[in-house]
């Protein structure tokens, strides 16, 4: 069973910063890619950024020059670096294993201007 928890969400005013994480458990063998997603209320699920196990990554371009996907020292667990944020970040941001559906409990992001 795969596992995928998301952390580091919060309010914060406009122009501010946060850092989310991604920790996947379980039963893994390979990670290739991770994707960051958002939904903001009444609104598709977007992808804000992704990241392979190459290291290449890839952004929306709402989000380019303000937001960083990492991936961090510890095993298996993954950034989102955000930068400069807008009220129109506002959402529930999920880390999606790409290529499998296993999706966390989400973490709220809210920008307040």
């Known amino acids: 069973q795969v596992q995928l928890v998301e952390s580091g969400g919060g309010l914060v005013q406009a122009g501010g910063s946060l850092r989310l994480s991604c920790a996947v458990s379980?039963?893994?063998?390979?990670?290739?890619?991770i994707n960051w997603y958002r939904q903001a209320p009444g609104k598709q699920r977007e992808l804000v950024a992704g990241i392979t196990s190459g290291g290449s990554t890839n952004y929306a371009d709402s989000v380019k020059g303000r937001f960083t996907i990492s991936r961090g020292n510890a095993k298996n667990t993954w950034y989102l670096q955000m930068n400069s944020l807008k009220p129109e970040d506002t959402a529930v941001y999920y880390c999606?294993?790409?290529?499998?559906?296993?999706w966390g409990q989400g973490t709220q992001v809210t920008v307040s201007s």
């Open positions: 379980g039963t893994i063998f390979r990670i290739n890619a």
């Open positions: 999606n294993w790409v290529g499998y559906p296993y």
